[in-house]
């Protein structure tokens, strides 16, 4: 079965750190670029981070969305299959649940776009939630 899970979430005080994984199976994340997406009660699901595959030719690896820059940062292990989001400095304001997703795109660089039918594959989700 072709899949996405996500894990690592959980409850966090105010400024601790939680860290995100995205494990593929029944593909190989290699030539995929990986986006990590939140959704608030109430809210717009929200581009918070992505990864351009390894084999992407750019300068730009990597994209934050504004809100984390400087507290996120995003890795991938290619031989784990399994793509990371380190979450530092947490804020109430990052409480969601965090979603990955793929999208075959072994040439491209990363774009956090937010459209469902822009990926191949989508996780179910993890919930992250920071409150005292």
């Known amino acids: 079965q072709l899949q996405l899970v996500e894990s690592g979430g959980g409850l966090v005080q105010p400024g601790g750190s939680l860290r995100l994984s995205c494990a593929a199976s029944g593909f190989t994340l290699d030539l995929y670029y990986i986006g990590w997406f939140r959704q608030a009660p109430g809210k717009e699901r929200e581009g918070v981070s992505c990864?351009?595959?390894?084999?992407?030719?750019?300068?730009?690896?990597?994209k934050f969305a504004d809100s984390v820059k400087g507290r996120f940062t995003i890795s991938r292990d290619d031989a784990k299959n399994t793509v990371y989001l380190q979450m530092n400095s947490l804020k109430p304001e990052d409480t969601g649940v965090y979603y990955c997703a793929a999208d075959f795109a072994p040439s491209r660089t990363c774009v956090l776009d937010t459209n469902f039918g822009s990926w191949d594959y989508w996780g179910q989700g993890t919930q992250v939630t920071v409150s005292s």
């Open positions: 990864i351009s595959s390894s084999t992407a030719n750019t300068s730009a690896k990597t």
